[in-house]
């Protein structure tokens, strides 16, 4: 029996209204999508590259794959049902599970994504590692499959090559207005941990959004990057935070909370308590947490429009990033580092692109 099983039987879970525990069947199975997708124009609708960077579980679920979290988080009887369904279906035709194999030794040796296949030869060389099945080249931060690569990598990927709105971006010369205070909505909340093979992500249960320009967006994951992909002013900083909202157009909006050396964070702390032990499968945490917690004190913050910072790089991303930094303790700092020394793309052209910035 495989241990997400298990774990959706936990006593723990008993309590929970139904809404919440269909959420952490879909988070076990990697059906609660919680990931960065691009707002995709609505002419666009067979795009599928908003996929991409889905957690490898979802690839092995095909064509039965929920194409949006929409379905995972109503909750209705029929989803809870369709939910069981497909647990069912999926332990049945689950392949063993892999070995305890997989977690490359080597320090920024390129990792294959997914959820830690046994390799069929334990000395694989980066360049082999950096391969999937097919032969083909898996996205990474160097090498092969390095940022100036991921273009070519897939079609769905080209945008990475050609756009001219991408992310991240070195912020300087903002234009210094009274910007909107963002209304953040964020409540404690049910959570699952991921490795999904370039970083660690949290996916939240629903409940938290924010309002800004009129629109609201649902919080639905959280990750990091280190260092951090955004520089201020030339100014890199030790990591970064990406917290991910979709308002219901699809409409892509990243609050970025940058992280620097000094004291212990409690909300990363609560992560890295839950690190899953292996990669690709979204681990249900007992207990919440309150998003708020990881969101610094002076609100202002710079904002302009960009891209994901991943491939398929989709543009059309609103980008809110707080000026103000929040701590973190350089232990909790080199806990993500050995999991990931560096998983940040490079600066992108700003090509003349608005910056705003609070006044
Ligand atoms: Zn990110």
């Known amino acids: 029996m495989h241990h997400r099983a298990r774990s959706l039987s936990r006593p723990s879970l008993a309590p929970f209204q139904r809404p919440a525990l269909a959420w952490l069947m879909a988070a076990a199975l ?58 069912a279906e999926r332990l049945a035709t689950r392949p063993d599970p892999a070995p305890a194999a997989a977690r490359p030794e080597a320090k920024g040796e390129a990792r294959a994504e997914g959820k830690g296949e046994p390799r069929a030869d334990a000395k694989t060389t980066r360049h082999a590692d950096a391969k999937g099945h097919g032969g083909e080249i898996h996205w ?33 010369d903002g234009i210094r207005v009274d910007l909107e205070k963002i209304q953040f909505d964020y409540q404690p909340s049910g959570f699952a941990v991921l490795d999904n093979g370039h970083t660690i992500q949290v996916n939240l249960a629903p409940g938290n959004s924010l309002q800004v320009m009129g629109r609201r967006y649902e919080l ?99 980008w809110m990033v707080m000026r103000q930094p929040v701590q973190l303790s350089a232990n909790q ?23 705003k910035e609070s006044q």
Not at 43 to 57: H, M, Q, V, Y
Not at 162 to 170: A, E
Request: proline share 9%.
């Open 30 to 87: 990697g059906l609660a999508w919680p990931h960065p997708a691009p707002a995709r124009p609505a002419a666009d609708k067979s795009d599928k590259s908003e996929r991409a960077e889905k957690p490898a579980t979802e690839k092995s679920l095909g064509k039965e794959t929920v194409r949006d979290d929409g379905a995972a988080e109503k909750g209705s009887g029929e989803n809870l049902g369709m939910l069981r369904q497909r647990l």
């Open 140 to 172: 990474a931060y160097d090498g092969e499959g390095g940022p100036e690569r991921w273009g070519e990598l897939k079609p769905e990927f080209r945008t990475c090559a050609t756009g001219k709105r991408q992310s991240p971006i070195d912020i300087r």
């Open 220 to 318: 639905l994951q959280f990750h990091f990057h280190r260092p951090s992909e955004e520089r201020i002013n030339g100014r890199q900083f030790d990591m970064v935070a990406h917290l991910v909202h979709k308002d219901p157009d699809g409409r892509l909006a990243v609050v970025a909370v940058l992280l620097e050396r000094g004291r212990d964070q409690p909300l990363v702390q609560t992560v890295w308590n839950n690190l899953p032990l292996e990669k690709g499968e979204a681990l249900a945490a007992p207990g919440q947490m309150d998003l708020n917690q990881l969101l610094p004190e002076d609100r202002a913050y710079y904002t302009y429009m960009g891209s994901l910072t991943t491939p398929p790089c989709s543009e059309g991303v609103l």
């Open 333 to 355: 700092l080199s806990i993500f580092g050995k999991l990931y020394p560096m998983n940040a793309r490079p600066v992108q052209p700003g090509s003349g692109r608005l910056i």
